[in-house]
């Protein structure tokens, strides 16, 4: 018998899987899962307010996660942030260092600041191919 469509989306050790028929039941052996490769990027920490010349508090944390969106400690990349800004907005510019390597599939951008006020502060991290991500406005 195959079954089509099972999955388990988060990585983990100790699964297992019971399978009933009727009165019958039967338990698979224990197996873990493992984390796939580096599919997108998340932030984990996003600045709540910018003050003109002042870093960004607290200082946005990016990670790495696989298409399970379980953490990539293995993930090296390089992430870039860049400022959104929406129309009509007063030109900002977003300054500090704008891409640092992921370490142990970890980064935080301890020194981005804005040289504007900015009434809808949103940034943007990415790293081509991962699926970006977005600060909320």
């Given at each position: 018998?195959?079954?089509?469509?099972?999955?388990?989306?988060?990585?983990?050790a100790g699964?297992?899987?019971?399978?009933?028929?009727?009165?019958?039941?039967?338990?698979?052996?224990?197996?873990?899962?493992s984390v796939g490769p580096a599919?997108?990027?998340?932030i984990t920490?996003?600045?709540t307010f910018g003050v003109f010349g002042v870093s960004l508090d607290p200082a946005p944390r990016v990670i790495a996660v696989d298409a399970g969106l379980?953490?990539?400690?293995t993930?090296?990349?390089t992430v870039t942030a860049s400022l959104l800004l929406p129309e009509n907005e007063i030109p900002t510019k977003l300054s500090g260092t704008l891409s640092r390597p992921l370490a142990s599939g970890v980064t935080?951008?301890?020194s981005l600041t804005v040289d504007n006020a900015v009434a809808?502060?949103?940034?943007?991290?990415?790293?081509?191919?991962?699926?970006?991500?977005?600060t909320p406005p």
């Open positions: 018998v195959v079954f089509h469509g099972l999955a388990i989306d988060r990585a983990g699964y297992s899987l019971a399978f009933t028929a009727g009165a019958g039941r039967v338990i698979s052996n224990f197996f873990s899962v599919a997108a990027l998340r920490r996003s600045p379980n953490w990539v400690s993930s090296a990349v935080t951008f301890s809808s502060l949103r940034l943007l991290f990415s790293s081509p191919p991962l699926t970006p991500a977005e």
